[in-house]
């Protein structure tokens, strides 16, 4: 069996538009939407847009995305949207890969203010992000190295576990 592909953060300024199932294990509601049914009923809308592969409606997207850097994306590979508008204080931040988004937390601009840009996002450091990269790429790379039906149909319940898993998790926290 090869080595598992390297998963690379996409430092694209947009969501692509093709389909992408959005992972959220680990997620933190800093920013306190679960409080604001109007802003919990974006989240949940970019969440649908980005699975259905529509991309990211141009109201979440920062006001000049189109012309001016954003730190935290070149370096760290993480993108903020805007929860209530282009010019709101509540943004959720999120890694987008060649084939997933992964939901961070909400928050402020606060991981903006910091010296490198996001220093203290609490997820660049917690062991489940970078699990879950890991295990998604092996599960990925021995579903398309497989070599027999069997070989497939294990590494695809693999895949399927980490899924129900994912699941699990949201329905225990109230998070669709």
């Known amino acids: 069996m090869k080595p598992p592909a390297l998963v690379l953060r996409q430092r694209l300024r947009r969501i692509e538009t093709k389909p992408k199932p959005v992972y959220i294990v680990g997620f933190k509601d800093f920013g306190g939407i679960g409080k604001i049914p109007e802003l919990r009923e974006e989240l949940d809308d970019i969440i649908e847009s980005i699975e259905r592969g529509d991309g990211v409606p141009e109201a979440h997207y920062r006001a000049g995305v189109d012309r001016d850097e954003d730190r935290l994306l070149a370096d760290r590979g993480i993108m ?38 996001g220093k203290n996002i609490v997820a660049l450091s917690q062991g489940w992000l970078r699990t879950l990269e890991n295990d998604m790429a092996v599960a990925a790379a021995c579903a398309a190295d497989a070599a027999t039906e069997g070989e497939r149909t294990a590494a695809e319940e693999l895949r399927d576990k980490r899924a129900a898993s994912i699941a699990a998790f949201k329905a225990k926290s109230g998070i669709k």
């Open 80 to 117: 903020h949207l805007h929860l209530g508008g282009k010019d709101s204080d509540i943004l959720v931040f999120l890694i987008q890969y060649a084939d997933r988004v992964v939901l961070l937390e909400t928050n402020t601009h606060v991981h903006f203010r910091t010296q490198p840009a």
